[in-house]
């Protein structure tokens, strides 16, 4: 209930200003139109701005889905094989300085305009934080814990499952919580590449009919879709991380 | 050089190796993927036009990267010494920032047109976002001994924030400042290819167009080499203020 409170306040008090602002300092609906009437339009629309939601969600989640998974991976490969680390790294490094939005295209050309797509993008932006939290999960373990479950006969799979992954948790969530955006903002860019369905497409067709309320509308549904993504890990996060308050 | 750079040269001239091989013995067409080779010959020919769209989107990230650091930092300072306020504004502000910058690129390029404006004051958004959110969480962070002991000398809340809030904040503030470089540069292309005359972002956008994606590697090679040169510029800056790292 108090979790609930701490996540609708903020959202009122946004919304309040909002209304209030428009209403008292007369800003131009060119700026920013009337939430009621955003939030009208949204209503109007609804099939329309219901599918845009389902479908960025999609594409976020997969590529969400994949970075996690492989960011994971990659630090427990990393973590057993210093010269892969020392090979790779390096390059998972560079590959976060190639401005992405640039591969949409080359991307798009690739695997066509489907939802693989824009989850290859979504997919680029999120293994590399995950990478990384999770490798210095892994290795801020006190090496002498590792020590006595081996001097237990534990195998390595052992050591990997009861130790060394539930260690990383806590810091493994901490880049799905910061990837949640980074999948989303992959999804909307990549339909910027011709999709006729999503986020990003709406927010593409509000900008050539420069409508405001409709950009303002599909920026309000793209909040939806992070909040959701947002709100899912949190929720596994509070389950798989029990302890996570008595650090 | 130590092992472990050799390593990673290694595994860099490998990528490109395996790149050159498969793409020359599987007869790859160009329009699919480049060899390295290709890309840059393609980046030598046009290299004038790139070095003239790289420095304009340049100019506008520095620019904007500047204003927002600037405006994150005073308003992280202020926010550090209104506790009240912060409660109140710290959550909206969480709330704003969880909206991915690219959705507020169309609303940038309708307001401010499709010139360096809207590009600087995106960028501006995104690197002020950050530096904020870092260096309010390093403000914050202070040994709270620490800050009784200053008070109890008689340090009033501009003296805890100078002498012990601002230095113990350094390193949150450069680990967001380094970060912000890489991002800088992908939103200015982000907000170029969506509208503009000129720029990376814009050669990429045109380039697809005419459908040479050769000369799009070309682009993003040149747009990562600016990139890497931001970012190494500003983490040698911040070797040799943080010196005591």
């Known amino acids: ?247 | 050089m130590n092992a472990a750079a050799a390593r990673g040269a290694l595994g860099g001239l490998l990528l490109v190796v395996l790149w050159e091989a498969v793409v020359r013995l599987a007869e790859v067409p160009p329009w699919i993927l480049p060899p390295p080779s290709g890309i840059l010959a393609t980046t030598w020919t046009v290299r004038a036009a790139l070095l003239d769209a790289g420095a304009m989107t340049l100019f506008e990230a520095t620019l904007g990267y500047a204003l927002g650091a600037a405006l994150g930092l005073v308003l992280a300072m202020l926010l550090a010494l209104a506790t009240p306020v912060r409660r109140l504004v710290l959550p909206m502000v969480v709330v704003v920032n969880s909206v991915p910058v690219a959705a507020y690129a169309p609303l940038a390029l309708l307001w401010f047109g499709t010139g360096a404006l809207s590009k600087v004051i995106m960028v501006a958004f995104i690197v002020g976002f950050t530096v904020f959110l870092n260096a309010l969480d390093g403000l914050l962070r202070v040994d709270p001994a620490a800050a009784a002991l200053l008070r109890s000398f008689g340090a009033g809340p501009f003296g805890v924030l100078w002498r012990l809030r601002v230095p113990s904040a350094l390193p949150a503030l450069l680990v967001g400042l380094r970060v912000s470089t890489v991002r800088s540069m992908i939103v200015a292309i982000v907000t170029e290819m969506l509208g503009s005359q000129k720029g990376l972002g814009w050669t990429i956008f045109e380039a697809v167009l005419q459908i040479d994606f050769v000369r799009v590697w070309a682009a993003i090679l040149v747009a990562s080499l600016i990139s890497l040169g931001f970012f190494a510029g500003v983490s040698a800056v911040e070797r040799r203020v943080v010196f005591w790292r």
């Open chain 1, 1 to 247: 209930m108090r979790a609930l409170g701490r996540l609708l306040l903020p959202l009122l008090l946004l919304a309040a200003l909002w209304e209030g602002a428009v209403a008292l300092l007369h800003i131009s609906p060119f700026y920013l139109p009337p939430l009621r009437q955003v939030l009208g339009a949204v209503h109007a629309l609804w099939p329309a701005y219901g599918q845009a939601f389902m479908v960025t969600l999609g594409e976020a989640v997969v590529g969400f889905i994949a970075g996690g998974l492989v960011g994971v991976v990659s630090a427990a490969a990393f973590h057993h094989a210093r010269w892969l680390r020392d090979m790779l790294f390096p390059l998972f490094v560079a590959s976060q300085t190639v401005p992405v939005i640039a591969f949409g295209a080359i991307i798009v050309l690739w695997f066509g305009n489907t939802l693989l797509a824009k989850a290859a993008i979504a997919f680029y932006l999120t293994f590399f934080p995950v990478t990384v939290n999770a490798l210095a999960g892994i290795e801020a373990v006190d090496p002498r814990q590792i020590a006595l479950l081996r001097s237990f006969g534990a195998s390595r799979r052992d050591i990997w499952w009861k130790l060394l992954l539930p260690s990383a948790l806590p810091r493994i969530f901490t880049a799905l919580r910061l990837s949640a955006g980074l999948a989303l903002a992959g999804a909307i860019v990549g339909e910027w590449f011709g999709a006729s369905v999503g986020v990003g497409a709406m927010l593409l067709a509000a900008l050539f009919n420069e409508q405001v309320v409709a950009m303002w509308a599909a920026i309000l549904t793209a909040a939806a879709v992070g909040g959701a993504i947002f709100g899912v890990v949190a929720l596994v996060e509070a389950r798989l991380v029990f302890w996570r308050d008595e650090l």
